[in-house]
């Protein structure tokens, strides 16, 4: 942005409608005062609106809201309020200052949210209270509020087709449960006033009898009248028909036993026939009103099943109902309504059937979006950038809060994950916002530093430094973030007056500006003319040195004037765009073969790298060789050139290098030989070589066999160096050797004694005696001296290998017998305990006091199981003794243990036995241990 930019107004001051709605649409919302002053100035409803959906600051809201703004903007202003009200309860309904929140809404959809999603109990019974439409209360029954708001709502509501509706549809049984009760009342007030309308019992005829007529007569036509009452009575059978036919049954007169005519006769008869009838169709009524009232249950128990969601048993319950629907007459009753109920109850198992295919379907789709707003949650705690966070916070709690209550239950760990996630996002929030005040504090004072700089412009006479300097400032003021609100408009209008008041003086530096900027204009036009002539060079070489040379001098000359510029670098880029195209194309063209080329040498490349990875002496001329090849093939592609030369130098200076360290180190090496070899010189001179001397002589001779080649020019030099030193030593060595070999020849004899003498050893009848003399015998091998070189080591090695063998051997051995008797002394202690469980000799702990080698938890463990096998059998001396027989076959192919723990099992094992034998019903005389038993017990004591 130049200089002059910054003077311009902003877009969201256009005197463009759309303009400004754009604007304000790109507006941030931490540009809170910008945000103000469009939502209390501009005079387009529409663009304040937008400028208030941008607008997420509570304290901004709620000053605005005490603000006089247009009732419309008002509204809106409340509207978002309330909203950012309802979101922090729901996200931190625990806090206390919900319930101050709670107490500035007025909104009723509001309300019905936070009674129905609220985690405090406290605030969702506020919220209901606050509630006055019974239609929302209603809806807000369906929904699972908790049965203390359920109940404080159903007592502001009166109508009874809601309190009808509530009873059916409520989603918490005790709203259910207290709908009925409040409708029961009413329902008794309309059954009153409907009894009070019914067709009254047929009265006596209200005519007075002619007085001439006979009382034959009257009472011919009371029983008539009687008669004709009951006949109506069974025709309209009522609930209280029996009232109604014992008043008529205490009407009937008492006839005389003789003197009444026939008609009389007949009335009497006719009388009890009705009667009977009226018992008849009287019992077929209560019958079929109790039938009716047990389908009203069955229909009843459905919708329980129905909330239990035992779909399977609602269904079967649903069809035999319907099943006994259909089959009965109904005479008395309208089956309409119980109809009505059972269809209702129908679409209530098909609608739950969905539901749940629908609950099961989306189980994975909800923990899937359960998970992804944990981690979104998570990443907000972490993020760097907060200031769109609150409102993306918003929505994914929102989110969460679409989440069933049933899928919430189900996982707790998310819930809890997500909260906690939550609290923590709240918490970094309130950190970041209050850092950001202080940043806002600090943001007042550097602009205020700023206009204190600007201001100070006026004093200075140089107008290029400042206007050079005013920039400088302009730039600063716009990297340094907002400040207080308070503080926003006043300080910028003083920044920006200043900065007016130089730019001003600056005029006259700017018109400078503009004639420079002209004159580069001409020189860019002739670095276009330039640039042109050379697009269609074929000199590529020099062509694309002249037109890179002039891409720096574009850069260097400065900016044209502003209205020429771009036109200006799009002409000049077009011609050297022109020329280096066409130079890719020829280079594109060459692209092949040097591709091909490239091929080779890396070729060869790999067979060098190949061959340095175990270099030798004799490779040089192999490599040499590839040297050659390399120069015969043609250059590659540009980009591959200086690479693949530094990869092929790479491996040929490895091995030459390789090869002189090797040659210059194998020169110190055999220097040093010579060097010790001639020190070696004067101690050997008249007097006996050392065997030792003599040892090291040949010893850096085997040495020099060992290294390598050394520098041409210095190789016979050390040589003769080498080999004239080392045969001074020879003619004395001979004489040594011809000793050494005397001694070493007595030394080999007494050697093969020793080595027969331990041969010997082996056959001494126990291991200790073995084992004596094979240390007497290491101690003698010692102390003689060694025997020929050819000897020696054959000799030890046999020697070595027998003792060895012996010792080996006899600690193998000792180690498995003891892991054999050990493991023997556990099966018998095992063995000993069942016996002893079976015979109830004694108990766990008595046998732990006798040392066993079981411990307490294996012991509990085999009693565990003696006890398990004995559980279903008969406790019989019979049944004890197939076990006891069992016992002793298993005993019987354990062999021996411990020498001193040997005894005391017998002992333990055969008491155990002769319990069982003793204790035998059917033995009278003692039983003697078994021949078999007495042999193994010989058998292990050995």
Same mark, same amino acid.
């Given at each position: 942005?130049?200089?002059?930019?910054?003077?311009?107004?902003?877009?969201?001051?256009?005197?463009?409608?759309?303009?400004?709605?754009?604007?304000?649409?790109?507006?941030?919302?931490?540009?809170?005062?910008?945000?103000?002053?469009?939502?209390?100035?501009?005079?387009?409803?529409?663009?304040?609106?937008?400028?208030?959906?941008?607008?997420?600051?509570?304290?901004?809201?709620?000053?605005?809201?005490?603000?006089?703004?247009?009732?419309?903007?008002?509204?809106?202003?409340?509207?978002?309020?309330?909203?950012?009200?309802?979101?922090?309860?729901?996200?931190?309904?625990?806090?206390?200052?919900?319930?101050?929140?709670?107490?500035?809404?007025?909104?009723?959809?509001?309300?019905?949210?936070?009674?129905?999603?609220?985690?405090?109990?406290?605030?969702?019974?506020?919220?209901?209270?606050?509630?006055?439409?019974?239609?929302?209360?209603?809806?807000?029954?369906?929904?699972?509020?908790?049965?203390?708001?359920?109940?404080?709502?159903?007592?502001?509501?009166?109508?009874?087709?809601?309190?009808?509706?509530?009873?059916?549809?409520?989603?918490?049984?005790?709203?259910?449960?207290?709908?009925?009760?409040?409708?029961?009342?009413?329902?008794?007030?309309?059954?009153?006033?409907?009894?009070?309308?019914?067709?009254?019992?047929?009265?006596?005829?209200?005519?007075?009898?002619?007085?001439?007529?006979?009382?034959?007569?009257?009472?011919?036509?009371?029983?008539?009248?009687?008669?004709?009452?009951?006949?109506?009575?069974?025709?309209?059978?009522?609930?209280?028909?029996?009232?109604?036919?014992?008043?008529?049954?205490?009407?009937?007169?008492?006839?005389?036993?003789?003197?009444?005519?026939?008609?009389?006769?007949?009335?009497?008869?006719?009388?009890?026939?009705?009667?009977?009838?009226?018992?008849?169709?009287?019992?077929?009524?209560?019958?079929?009103?109790? +039938?009716?009232?047990?389908?009203?249950?069955?229909?009843?128990?459905?919708?329980?099943?129905?909330?239990?969601?035992?779909?399977?048993?609602?269904?079967?319950?649903?069809?035999?109902?319907?099943?006994?629907?259909?089959?009965?007459?109904?005479?008395?009753?309208?089956?309409?309504?119980?109809?009505?109920?059972?269809?209702?109850?129908?679409?209530?198992?098909?609608?739950?059937?969905?539901?749940?295919?629908?609950?099961?379907?989306?189980?994975?789709?909800?923990?899937?979006?359960?998970?992804?707003?944990?981690?979104?949650?998570?990443?907000?705690?972490?993020?760097?950038?907060?200031?769109?966070?609150?409102?993306?916070?918003?929505?994914?709690?929102?989110?969460?809060?679409?989440?069933?209550?049933?899928?919430?239950?189900? +996982?707790?760990?998310?819930?809890?994950?997500?909260?906690?996630?939550?609290?923590?996002?709240? +918490?970094?929030?309130?950190?970041?916002?209050?850092?950001?005040?202080?940043?806002?504090?600090?943001?007042?004072?550097?602009?205020?530093?700023?206009?204190?700089?600007?201001?100070?412009?006026?004093?200075?006479?140089?107008?290029?430094?400042?206007?050079?300097?005013?920039?400088?400032?302009?730039?600063?003021?716009?990297?340094?973030?907002?400040?207080?609100?308070?503080?926003?408009?006043?300080?910028?209008?003083?920044?920006?007056?200043?900065?007016?008041?130089?730019?001003?003086?600056?005029?006259?530096?700017?018109?400078?500006?503009?004639?420079?900027?002209?004159?580069?204009?001409?020189?860019?036009?002739?670095?276009?003319?330039?640039?042109?002539?050379?697009?269609?060079?074929?000199?590529?070489?020099?062509?694309?040195?002249?037109?890179?040379?002039?891409?720096?001098?574009?850069?260097?000359?400065?900016?044209?004037?502003?209205?020429?510029?771009?036109?200006?670098?799009?002409?000049?880029?077009?011609?050297?765009?022109?020329?280096?195209?066409?130079?890719?194309?020829?280079?594109?063209?060459?692209?092949?073969?040097?591709?091909?080329?490239?091929?080779?040498?890396?070729?060869?490349?790999?067979?060098?790298?190949?061959?340095?990875?175990?270099?030798?002496?004799?490779?040089?001329?192999?490599?040499?060789?590839?040297?050659?090849?390399?120069?015969?093939?043609?250059?590659?592609?540009?980009?591959?050139?200086?690479?693949?030369?530094?990869?092929?130098?790479?491996?040929?200076?490895?091995?030459?290098?390789?090869?002189?360290?090797?040659?210059?180190?194998?020169?110190?090496?055999?220097?040093?030989?010579?060097?010790?070899?001639?020190?070696?010189?004067?101690?050997?001179?008249?007097?006996?070589?050392?065997?030792?001397?003599?040892?090291?002589?040949?010893?850096?001779?085997?040495?020099?066999?060992?290294?390598?080649?050394?520098?041409?020019?210095?190789?016979?030099?050390?040589?003769?160096?080498?080999?004239?030193?080392?045969?001074?030593?020879?003619?004395?060595?001979?004489?040594?050797?011809?000793?050494?070999?005397?001694?070493?020849?007595?030394?080999?004899?007494?050697?093969?004694?020793?080595?027969?003498?331990?041969?010997?050893?082996?056959?001494?009848?126990?291991?200790?005696?073995?084992?004596?003399?094979?240390?007497?015998?290491?101690?003698?091998?010692?102390?003689?001296?060694?025997?020929?070189?050819?000897?020696?080591?054959?000799?030890?090695?046999?020697?070595?290998?027998?003792?060895?063998?012996?010792?080996?051997?006899?600690?193998?051995?000792?180690?498995?017998?003891?892991?054999?008797?050990?493991?023997?002394?556990?099966?018998?202690?095992?063995?000993?305990?069942?016996?002893?469980?079976?015979?109830?000799?004694?108990?766990?702990?008595?046998?732990?006091?006798?040392?066993?080698?079981?411990?307490?938890?294996?012991?509990?463990?085999?009693?565990?199981?003696?006890?398990?096998?004995?559980?279903?059998?008969?406790?019989?001396?019979?049944?004890?003794?197939?076990?006891?027989?069992?016992?002793?076959?298993?005993?019987?192919?354990?062999?021996?243990?411990?020498?001193?723990?040997?005894?005391?099992?017998?002992?333990?094992?055969?008491?155990?036995?002769?319990?069982?034998?003793?204790?035998?019903?059917?033995?009278?005389?003692?039983?003697?241990?078994?021949?078999?038993?007495?042999?193994?017990?010989?058998?292990?004591?050995?």
């Amino acid at each position: 942005m130049g200089l002059f930019d910054f003077f311009k107004q902003p877009q969201w001051k256009s005197g463009k409608s759309s303009v400004r709605l754009a604007a304000v649409q790109a507006i941030q919302s931490s540009e809170i005062s910008t945000l103000l002053e469009i939502i209390r100035d501009d005079p387009d409803d529409t663009i304040r609106l937008a400028a208030l959906a941008q607008l997420e600051d509570r304290q901004s809201l709620e000053k605005l809201l005490s603000e006089t703004l247009p009732e419309k903007i008002h509204l809106a202003v409340s509207g978002k309020l309330e909203k950012q009200y309802t979101e922090s309860i729901l996200d931190n309904s625990a806090n206390d200052a919900a319930s101050t929140l709670l107490s500035k809404i007025t909104d009723q959809q509001l309300l019905a949210e936070i009674a129905a999603l609220a985690e405090s109990v406290p605030l969702r019974l506020k919220a209901v209270e606050k509630i006055h439409d019974p239609l929302l209360l209603t809806s807000l029954l369906q929904r699972p509020c908790g049965k203390k708001p359920a109940l404080a709502a159903i007592k502001k509501i009166s109508d009874p087709d809601l309190l009808e509706k509530i009873s059916q549809t409520a989603a918490s049984k005790a709203a259910r449960h207290q709908a009925a009760l409040k409708l029961q009342p009413e329902k008794n007030s309309n059954a009153a006033r409907l009894a009070e309308h019914s067709p009254a019992p047929p009265r006596q005829a209200d005519h007075e009898l002619d007085t001439s007529t006979t009382e034959s007569d009257k009472l011919r036509a009371d029983c008539r009248n009687l008669c004709d009452q009951i006949e109506q009575l069974c025709e309209n059978m009522c609930d209280n028909a029996d009232e109604s036919f014992a008043s008529i049954v205490k009407q009937w007169p008492e006839l005389p036993s003789s003197g009444a005519n026939n008609e009389v006769t007949a009335l009497e008869k006719e009388y009890q026939e009705l009667c009977i009838k009226f018992s008849t169709t009287r019992k077929a009524f209560l019958a079929e009103h109790k +039938h009716f009232g047990q389908l009203g249950a069955t229909c009843e128990q459905v919708k329980k099943l129905l909330r239990k969601d035992n779909l399977a048993g609602a269904e079967t319950l649903l069809d035999e109902t319907f099943a006994d629907l259909e089959q009965t007459t109904w005479q008395w009753v309208n089956s309409t309504d119980i109809a009505q109920c059972l269809i209702h109850r129908r679409q209530e198992l098909e609608q739950r059937k969905d539901e749940l295919n629908v609950i099961a379907n989306r189980e994975d789709e909800q923990l899937e979006e359960a998970t992804a707003l944990c981690e979104k949650m998570e990443q907000f705690v972490e993020a760097t950038e907060r200031f769109h966070l609150d409102k993306e916070s918003k929505n994914v709690s929102a989110r969460w809060r679409k989440l069933s209550d049933s899928f919430k239950e189900q +996982h707790p760990e998310l819930a809890s994950r997500f909260h906690t996630a939550r609290e923590q996002f709240q +918490h970094k929030q309130q950190e970041f916002y209050k850092e950001q005040e202080w940043q806002r504090w600090n943001n007042k004072n550097k602009k205020e530093e700023l206009c204190q700089k600007v201001a100070a412009l006026h004093e200075e006479e140089n107008l290029h430094l400042a206007a050079k300097k005013l920039k400088e400032y302009q730039t600063a003021w716009k990297s340094i973030g907002p400040v207080p609100q308070k503080d926003s408009t006043g300080i910028w209008k003083r920044f920006k007056t200043t900065c007016d008041e130089i730019y001003a003086q600056c005029q006259e530096f700017y018109t400078e500006l503009d004639q420079k900027r002209q004159e580069i204009t001409a020189v860019k036009e002739k670095f276009c003319e330039l640039a042109e002539e050379h697009s269609e060079s074929t000199s590529w070489k020099e062509s694309a040195d002249f037109l890179k040379d002039l891409q720096k001098q574009w850069k260097a000359a400065g900016s044209a004037e502003r209205d020429k510029e771009q036109e200006l670098y799009t002409r000049f880029r077009k011609a050297c765009d022109a020329f280096f195209d066409r130079r890719s194309i020829f280079y594109a063209e060459q692209d092949a073969l040097r591709q091909e080329n490239l091929t080779k040498k890396e070729a060869l490349c790999l067979e060098v790298e190949e061959l340095v990875q175990t270099p030798a002496m004799d490779l040089g001329k192999k490599i040499q060789a590839i040297q050659k090849q390399w120069k015969q093939i043609g250059p590659v592609p540009r980009r591959h050139d200086e690479k693949i030369w530094k990869r092929f130098r790479a491996g040929c200076d490895s091995y030459f290098n390789w090869l002189d360290a090797q040659r210059q180190k194998n020169l110190r090496l055999k220097t040093s030989l010579c060097e010790l070899a001639e020190a070696l010189i004067p101690a050997a001179d008249g007097d006996p070589i050392a065997p030792g001397t003599i040892d090291t002589v040949i010893g850096m001779q085997k040495q020099w066999k060992t290294i390598g080649p050394v520098p041409r020019e210095k190789s016979d030099e050390l040589w003769q160096r080498f080999t004239g030193t080392c045969d001074l030593f020879f003619v004395d060595r001979k004489r040594q050797q011809e000793e050494q070999e005397k001694t070493r020849h007595a030394n080999l004899n007494a050697k093969e004694e020793i080595l027969r003498l331990a041969g010997e050893a082996m056959a001494l009848p126990t291991d200790q005696e073995i084992t004596d003399r094979l240390k007497e015998l290491q101690h003698q091998w010692k102390a003689i001296g060694p025997a020929p070189r050819e000897h020696e080591q054959i000799l030890w090695d046999e020697f070595h290998g027998l003792c060895n063998a012996f010792f080996q051997k006899k600690r193998e051995q000792y180690l498995e017998k003891n892991a054999v008797l050990e493991e023997n002394l556990k099966k018998k202690e095992e063995l000993c305990f069942q016996l002893e469980r079976i015979t109830g000799q004694r108990s766990a702990g008595a046998a732990a006091a006798t040392g066993s080698a079981l411990d307490l938890v294996e012991q509990f463990k085999i009693a565990r199981e003696a006890n398990f096998m004995l559980a279903g059998k008969t406790t019989s001396t019979q049944k004890k003794r197939e076990e006891v027989r069992r016992i002793q076959q298993e005993w019987k192919k354990i062999g021996p243990t411990f020498r001193e723990q040997e005894q005391r099992l017998w002992k333990r094992y055969r008491k155990a036995i002769d319990v069982i034998y003793t204790d035998a019903p059917d033995h009278g005389r003692k039983t003697a241990p078994r021949k078999e038993d007495q042999a193994a017990a010989a058998k292990t004591s050995e």
